[in-house]
């Protein structure tokens, strides 16, 4: 039960992960390559 929770977890983080990646990646495509706010967010600052 207890590593069926896990898993799922897992698969969710994993998806989540993937889903945060395409975003990224959409928002340099439409803003026309690496600029400081990609940067931002990239690595959480503000």
């Given at each position: 039960?207890i ?10 983080l ?22 400081g ?10």
């Open positions: 039960m590593e069926k929770i896990l898993f799922c977890l897992k698969l969710l994993v998806l989540l992960v993937i889903i945060l990646f395409g975003q990224a990646i959409q928002y340099l495509i439409f803003n026309g390559g690496f600029s706010s990609f940067l931002d967010i990239i690595f959480f600052r503000q």
